[in-house]
């Protein structure tokens, strides 16, 4: 295929994920099975950047050359060695194609644009990491001072704080927090607090705050388009409703829907940047679907939604090296 055709494919792949991820909020059936929708949104994300940023590539390459990836290397290649003859010559702009100058111009400009969008892509998820990661350095000095630890909550840190609060720090094993404050400890029942605590514990058993990040830097990075903004709120959910069904493996539903509420009904202040809170996202679509549990999606949907979330990332990897 030529490098038109393969941009070609590669846009429809970008806008249909684009499509898909508009749509995706609007669903029920992510509720059923918050893992496998928390994998197709994955799905959708890399796939809709990689695809984007091949769609401008391939419309610099006006010929095959063995995939995007392969031709962008040899580029590297010819440019570090000086060959810039044989450079021009590989994206189509040598004087022997005939190409007219405004060709060439948009030839150069796609390629431009897909590299920078490509690097600002990565800078985005590198800054996201990077202001998390210093956010929660801040935490865990502040922890360090004003923490201490309480027989009620073994394992996790007590802060002197009226208002009800309850949130983790990820981090490597040794250095992940869980973090109560008095006032949530005279709020809850023994039982609730310990719905709450298994919460959070999925929360950093399953690094959840990974799961996260690409989407609440997208967020950031666009904060008015509304596709990125329901993605990180979709996926926001989803992550603590799967938090929601881990924790009632140790208790009833009961106890972390009465948490729930009395953290609702009492008002909790905001987790500190970087954290995962208990009382997060629409608590009241959480309590109910944790009163009135839905029928969990069958198997054979499940498998249908990670064979879709697999063939959407091999669709533009398949496009970009081959």
């Known amino acids: 295929m030529t490098g038109i055709e393969d941009a070609a494919l590669l846009a429809v792949v970008a806008i249909g994920s684009a499509l898909g991820a508009s749509a995706l909020p609007r669903a029920s059936w992510p509720r059923r099975c918050p893992a496998a929708a928390i994998l197709l949104w994955q799905a959708l994300g890399l796939a809709s950047g990689l695809a984007a940023v091949g769609t401008l590539i391939g419309l610099a390459l006006p010929a095959s050359q063995g995939g995007l990836v392969l031709s962008m290397l040899r580029a590297a290649g010819l440019l570090r060695d000086g060959e810039l003859f044989s450079l021009a010559r590989l994206f189509g702009l040598g004087q022997a194609d005939g190409a007219p100058l405004v060709l ?52 996790a840190l007590v802060v002197d704080y009226p208002s009800a609060a309850a949130y983790c720090l990820p981090g490597l094993r040794s250095r992940s927090r869980i ?40 967020r950031r990075a666009f904060p008015k388009s509304a596709t990125c903004t329901g993605a990180q709120r979709a996926v926001a959910l989803l992550v603590e409703m799967l938090a929601d069904d881990r924790a009632l493996r140790g208790g009833p539903a009961r106890e972390l829907v009465s948490a729930l509420v009395r953290f609702g009904t009492a008002g909790t202040c905001p987790a500190p940047a970087g954290a995962l809170a208990v009382a997060e996202g629409e608590v009241a679509a959480r309590v109910t679907r944790l009163l009135r549990p839905a029928k969990p999606l069958p198997t054979a949907a499940v498998m249908a939604v990670c064979l879709a979330a697999a063939l959407l990332v091999a669709a533009p990897v398949t496009l970009l090296i081959v």
Request: glycine residues 6%.
């Open 104 to 155: 060439v111009a948009v030839r150069l400009a796609c390629l431009a644009a897909g590299l920078v969008l490509l690097a600002s892509l990565c800078w985005v998820l590198l800054a996201a990491s990077i202001a998390a990661l210093h956010a929660r350095r801040r935490q865990r000095a502040l922890l360090t001072l004003l923490a201490h630890g309480d027989p009620k909550v073994p394992g």
């Open 179 to 218: 973090v109560v404050s008095v006032g949530a400890l005279e709020l809850l029942g023994r039982g609730e607090l310990a719905a709450v605590l298994a919460h959070e514990r999925a929360h950093l058993r399953e690094r959840h705050d990974l799961v996260l990040l690409p989407f609440t830097a997208l």
